[in-house]
């Protein structure tokens, strides 16, 4: 049992340490560019290579089950427990700056993107993803950047002042910072993508020996691993107050956003780029089964989002959640 735990914990400690070189220099990336626009785009798709490493590696080897697995388990990872472990930061004396809640009105396009691509990815499933499914996934994703990049048109001008103060102050020290954050960036993929492989060899060798569903175990141990470079994001910038909290949020529904379109369109390139063009990731009893929980849970999830004010109390439901989600994976794995 040793022989299979070892090799598991030593990548899983790699893919840790990497991720959180990964998000050290997005992190000062986005201080950089700054605003929703960054949480959304540069910090959600920085914080996905992650899990983009470890779904690449399990469909190399056929590990679709393994794949699909990873990514539903970072939705339901970080929709319920990284939200609440934010908020219970955010609220308390945990953050610098403590506030009564954090207010949410301005991610209306996220909730509803988010709630629309869950329920889009679920659906399509049924009947297994295609070269097709790709390409509409890529163009949900595609339409969300330009969103995204409309809404930041629009604040950018009532920011251009200070920004351009901000540069004339400190040029030099602004170019050494983005030189550093770029070569801890550059690290971090680096190592994810080095230590994806071996991990997800470990994971199946972990299933095959103790009779555990690989779907289950990459639901419930991946996401250890791909989403640590969100988890230290939200951390770092919910103790900054509401500012920080508000990019906080912006990194979690821009990057389960882009779990739902860009991450499972990568799964579906990769699978054909190794098999061939006709490829069918094809739907399985349990993969539905964790499809059906994780779409229901983001959903429960988003409840307390539509009233645009997070607090202490949401903060806790969606740590239910989470409990919830978890305790489903032993009801629902297969015997």
């Not at 959304?40 to 469909?59: D, M």
């Not at 056929?62 to 697995?69: C, E, K, L, Q, V």
């Amino acid at each position: 049992m040793v022989n299979y735990y070892l090799p598991l914990l030593g990548w899983l400690a790699e893919l840790l340490v990497s991720s959180w070189l990964l998000s050290e220099g997005a992190e000062h990336m986005s201080e950089r560019w700054g605003g929703r626009f960054v949480g959304r785009t540069l910090l959600s798709i920085a914080t996905t290579l992650p899990e983009i490493g470890i779904v690449i590696a399990a469909t190399k080897v056929g590990s679709y089950d393994a794949a699909i697995g990873s990514a539903l388990g970072s939705n339901l990872f970080m929709m319920t427990l990284g939200l609440s472990v934010m908020l219970v930061i955010a609220t308390t004396r945990l953050s610098k700056a403590p506030q009564k809640y954090v207010d949410v009105k301005e991610f209306k396009l996220d909730k509803i993107l988010l709630a629309m691509t869950a329920v889009i990815g679920a659906v399509t499933f049924l009947d297994g993803y295609n070269f097709y499914d790709a390409l509409l996934f890529s163009g949900l994703f595609g339409s969300y950047l330009y969103f995204a990049y409309r809404e930041m048109r629009r604040e950018k001008e009532s920011e251009r002042l200070s920004v351009e103060l901000h540069d004339a102050l400190k040029p030099k020290k602004m170019r050494k910072h983005l030189l550093r954050s770029l070569a801890l960036f550059a690290a971090g993929t680096a190592g994810i993508f080095f230590g994806a492989e071996p991990f997800i060899n470990s994971l199946e060798g972990l299933a095959s020996y103790s009779g555990v569903s690989i779907v289950m175990l990459a639901i419930i141990i991946s996401p250890i691993a791909g989403e640590m470079p969100e988890k230290i994001s939200m951390i770092l910038l919910a103790r900054k107050g509401s500012k920080g909290a508000s990019i906080a949020v912006a990194n979690v529904l821009g990057s389960k956003i882009v779990n739902n379109t860009l991450l499972l369109a990568v799964v579906i390139f990769a699978a054909i780029a190794y098999r061939g063009f006709g490829t069918l990731i094809a739907n399985t009893s349990v993969l539905e089964d964790q499809m059906i929980l994780v779409t229901a849970i983001t959903g429960a999830a988003l409840i307390p989002m539509f009233k645009n004010r997070l607090d202490f109390r949401a903060g806790i439901f969606l740590l239910a959640l989470y409990v919830v989600g978890i305790a489903f994976q032993f009801v629902i794995a297969p015997h």
